[in-house]
């Protein structure tokens, strides 16, 4: 089997993943820093064999209509259009991939995350060609789980959508038993938070030196990653606040620039969906109050505009869910988490979970119908089911093990879950 590796995570794990299946493995390094994580691959640095493509019409419309985080961040949070030379240059690299993958005749392609612009790219080159391809993520329950997906991970993944599948669903008793928790360590977490800080410098060097590519789904800064984990580090997490309200309805934010937001919702930002919950949530009457957490992510660096009446909190999330009435999200890890304590969530994006019986499923045009009938108790899930569902991705779906401390029998179940996909 000849491999090829696109951006993997921030850990060895997709390097590791392929060599458990091959030698034959190539990487594709659109940012230099990448070359931490890819050892024992033959390299490709890309920008400068994409410049030097040609593309086809095909190969363009593609780059225009096929939604990724860069698109979308600059269609969303700048109101505008990617640049012509934008689209011209991932059309290129479309042209690049295809010519790549036919030459060396690569089988599987490895990615982390569907929605960098190389991967949702990459995969419909794939398609076209008929080539496997495998997604990573991190799992749905951290730190025990990954997600390896052959189709896509959230919104786009391969989890099945109707109710009826979980049913009557069992789950083996070996993936029951076989079941282990994994946990990080101190000398664990700092060796990948020193890896992590190379892998910027060796970026900003990248640019600097004109060898990585200009787009970019992400831009890194020291600095930036360096206040943000002093502030995780030191600032007072969770704080409680004991005046919240008898009954409330809680809304975790997300962060504006989460694919879950710019890809997979038709919210443009947060304050978009602020205004709307609020809007709807106060034209009825009601005697429940409404409760906002913002992301950690963005605790003190974003100014969202609250109606006086709401309350901003800083609650232990765990604490929120447990005494709300239920839960609006646009499609929230929290959201998932309300679900296994049997609470109603109302879902307006695409999320993994908006399923009947498991999720209130709602959107922008039918948010205020939905929300007076679950405030009316009319809306109704299914604890059955949603054990069903649960156990399902925990000892099925999901792989065990975590990206950052994973061991041979995680490395096992990727490769089966791979096989059998195959097969």
């Known amino acids: 089997m000849k491999i090829l590796i696109l951006e993997p995570f921030y850990t060895n794990f997709h390097i590791d993943l392929a060599k458990s299946l091959t030698n034959n493995i190539e990487s594709m390094v659109f940012n230099i820093g990448y070359i931490i994580y890819l050892r024992d691959s033959k390299i490709n640095i890309c920008h400068k064999k994409i410049l030097d493509y040609s593309y086809s019409q095909h190969d363009l419309y593609l780059a225009k209509n096929i939604k990724n ?4 961040r600059i269609r969303k949070l700048k109101n505008n259009e990617p640049l012509e030379k934008d689209f011209e240059y991932m059309a290129k690299y479309v042209s690049y991939l295809r010519e790549f993958l036919k030459d060396r005749k ?14 949702a ?13 495998l997604v990573t993520e991190r799992g749905i329950f951290r730190p025990n ?27 083996s008793e070996l993936n029951l038993m076989s079941y282990k928790s994994y946990k990080i360590s101190i000398k664990d977490n700092l060796l990948t938070n020193i890896r992590f800080a190379f892998f ?19 831009h890194y800064s020291l600095l930036n990653y ?27 934010l997300q962060v504006n620039t989460d694919t879950q937001i710019l890809v997979h919702s038709n919210f443009k930002t947060i304050q978009e969906f602020i205004t709307l919950v609020e809007k709807s ?13 913002i992301h950690p992510m963005e605790q003190g660096l974003v100014n969202y505009q609250f109606d006086s009446k709401s309350f901003v909190v800083e609650n232990n999330t765990n ?18 988490e309300a679900i296994q304590n049997y609470k109603k969530v109302i879902v307006l994006g695409e999320a993994f979970y908006k399923i009947n019986g498991i999720a209130i499923c709602s959107s922008k045009d039918n948010f205020l119908q939905d929300l007076k009938r679950t405030i009316e108790q009319k809306n109704e899930i299914d604890e059955n089911i949603i054990d069903n569902f649960v156990n399902y991705l925990k000892y099925e779906y999901q792989v065990n093990g975590n990206l950052f401390n994973y061991d041979e029998k995680t490395l096992k179940d990727a490769k089966e879950k791979l096989y059998n996909a195959i097969k």
């Not at 985080?69 to 979308?72: A, D, F, S, V």
């Not at 929120?320 to 890890?333: D, G, Q, R, V, Y």
């Open 69 to 72: 985080l860069y698109t979308e």
């Open 319 to 336: 604490e929120l869910i447990k005494k709300c009435e239920f839960l609006i999200t646009i499609n929230s890890t929290v959201g998932f």
């Open 226 to 252: 360096i206040k943000l984990f002093i502030k995780q580090k030191y600032s007072v997490k969770d704080k409680i606040n004991l005046n919240l309200p008898e009954k409330f309805v809680f809304i975790p």
């Open 281 to 293: 949530f106060y034209s009825l009457n009601s005697d429940l109050k409404l409760v906002f957490k």
């Open 121 to 133: 790219l990459a995969i419909e080159v794939c398609k076209e060609l008929e080539i496997k391809y």
């Open 145 to 171: 789980t990954t997600t390896i997906d052959l189709k896509g991970v959230n919104a786009n993944s391969s989890i099945p959508r109707k109710k009826e599948f979980y049913e009557n669903i069992n789950i």
């Open 200 to 218: 910027i410098l060796l970026n900003k060097c990248g640019d600097i030196l004109r060898i990585n590519s200009y787009i970019k789904n992400k």
């Open 106 to 119: 690569i089988e599987l392609v490895l990615m982390h995350n569907d929605l960098r612009w190389q991967h």
